[in-house]
């Protein structure tokens, strides 16, 4: 393996994990990152093959060139699936953050003492 390239053990993804193990949380947003980092120069390669295809073909592109068009659009579409289905489970991630936010500073856990001076929550 050349020095300049590091393979990464697969780690359960974001969906995947316990969402109270920070380690696991850590370990799989950066799985993500990298996931994107490739998927986003393998659109950059296919948008390039495109763009050379229709340079040399000119005014028949649309017929020559169809398969690297389809290839770019496909890429491109699973990228931004990708992309809304991880905004999705940081919406969950952030909405189950704060409802045990809201029950451990609740005045009906005695446990966790209060909130600091100057918040107050209605959890009704």
């Given amino acids: 393996m050349d020095k300049f390239q590091r393979e990464f053990k697969r780690v359960p993804s974001i969906e995947e994990i316990d969402r109270s193990d920070p380690v696991a949380w850590y370990r799989a947003r950066n799985q ?3 996931d994107r980092w490739i998927d986003r120069e393998e659109i950059r390669v296919l948008r ?3 763009s050379e295809c229709t340079r040399r073909q000119g005014v028949n592109a649309k017929k020559n060139c169809r398969q690297e ?3 770019y659009m496909e890429a491109l579409t699973a990228y931004k699936e990708k992309q809304y289905l991880l905004e999705l489970v940081m919406v969950q991630l952030t909405d189950d953050v704060i409802y045990s936010m809201l ?3 609740s005045p009906r856990n005695p446990r ?3 909130l600091p001076a100057g918040y107050e929550i209605n959890i009704d």
């Fill in 69 to 71: 068009m389809v290839d």
């Fill in 32 to 34: 993500y990152v990298r």
């Fill in 48 to 50: 390039e093959r495109m």
């Fill in 112 to 114: 966790w003492g209060t």
């Fill in 103 to 105: 029950i451990e500073f």
